[in-house]
């Protein structure tokens, strides 16, 4: 198979792709979405092959149009209908009761279907234009960084899909909060661009699940089935040291092995006597959202062995940043004294 490069004035060749039951890769201002029409089983299942994704993990439906809702969701939660006024177009996915005539596929066998409403406006066209829902999980192979560029899509994916749709880097970088809405209290199984506390502040307190920060106990069921999955493994190890900064940048250059680099903050960088990569400014959580991706791929491009990372810090967006990179990192924290 030959992997088409199409732009903003091809959306109408890549709705048609998806029509008749092929791949496309769409930028979403999440990460790169592998959408296929969510309604075919068989371009469902075709997804997962080209991903070499488990069979387990559910995709997100995307839409682009809130009315579209009912055709995925058989009992629409009140307070989804608050977070889609307040969030929605942009980077939050609500796991809600599934219609019945979501595939099995899509929902990898559960009773619940997760959708979302991209603000990319090529994402939007090519949902309006192919006339179904998208479904599409990150355009990645599975286990590698997210996609935030076409060019890292073409990386992972070239050959074994139709098409992709370049429309730039994506804004955020990460991929969207996931929020279920089935249990008794709405519950975050993913972070992401949109933050606990302005979900809070529209629908009050909700659980965080323990897979978001830490690595699930032995026998320990996932509430989202992706998190279960060691994700975004770089090549180098990735080790993240907390401590003053004082404590990271001593502990970093004290390393006198060879192939040690450093994930920093852009204040750390002149004074580190290692390669390092920046995620961004120390205080702009949303700057180190949208670098860290291609700051893993870049880990590996350099060919070091080890990634020294500096902690990021739990609030706002960053604990969306925090919970990448403890993946990447295997749950390998180490606190310096
Ligand atoms: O930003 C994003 O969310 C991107 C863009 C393309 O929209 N998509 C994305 O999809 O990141 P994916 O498949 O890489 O991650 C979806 C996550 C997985 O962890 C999956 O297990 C979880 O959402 N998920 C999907 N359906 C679910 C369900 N019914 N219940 C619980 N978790 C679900
Ligand atoms: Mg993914």
Request: hydrophobic share 40%.
């Amino acid at each position: 198979m030959v992997t088409r490069i199409l732009t903003e004035k091809d959306a109408a060749q890549a709705a048609k792709i998806i029509k008749n039951g092929g791949l496309v890769a769409m930028p979403t201002e999440t990460v790169y979405g592998l959408g296929a029409d969510a309604f075919n089983k068989k371009a469902v299942a075709d997804i997962f092959k080209a991903k070499g994704r488990p069979m387990d993990n559910p995709l997100i439906v995307h839409i682009a149009k809130i009315e579209d809702l009912k055709l995925l969701v058989s009992d629409i939660p009140e307070k989804a209908i608050a977070l889609a006024s307040a969030f929605w177009p942009g980077p939050l996915t609500m796991v809600m009761p599934k219609a019945d005539g979501v595939p099995d596929e899509v929902s990898a066998g559960l009773d619940t279907v997760a959708v979302r409403y991209p603000s990319h406006p090529l994402a939007e066209t090519l949902i309006l234009l192919s006339g179904t829902l998208i479904a599409a999980p990150s355009a990645n192979l599975s286990g590698s960084p997210s996609p935030t560029e076409a060019k890292h899509v073409l990386n992972d994916l070239n050959g074994r899909i139709d098409a992709v749709l370049d429309g730039g880097s994506c804004e955020v970088g990460l991929e969207s909060t996931v929020i279920s809405l089935v249990g008794d209290r709405p519950r975050l199984l993913r972070p992401g661009g949109v933050t606990v506390e302005e979900i809070e502040g529209v629908i009050g307190k909700i659980d965080i699940d323990p897979a978001v920060l830490d690595r699930l106990k032995q026998g320990e069921k996932a509430a989202s089935p992706g998190m279960k999955y060691k994700h975004y493994a770089p090549k180098a190890s990735v080790v993240i040291l907390k401590g003053s900064d004082e404590q990271y940048i001593r502990y970093v250059n004290d390393r006198k092995a060879g192939g040690v680099c450093a994930i920093c903050y852009d204040e750390d960088a002149e004074r580190l006597n290692v390669p390092f990569f920046s995620l961004g400014a120390k205080n702009d959580a949303s700057a180190q959202a949208k670098n860290l991706f291609s700051v893993l791929r870049s880990v590996d491009d350099s060919g070091m062995k080890i990634a020294y990372a500096h902690c990021p810090d739990i609030n706002g967006v960053g604990l969306a940043v925090y919970n990448r990179l403890i993946r990447a990192a295997g749950f390998e924290v180490t606190h310096l004294a």
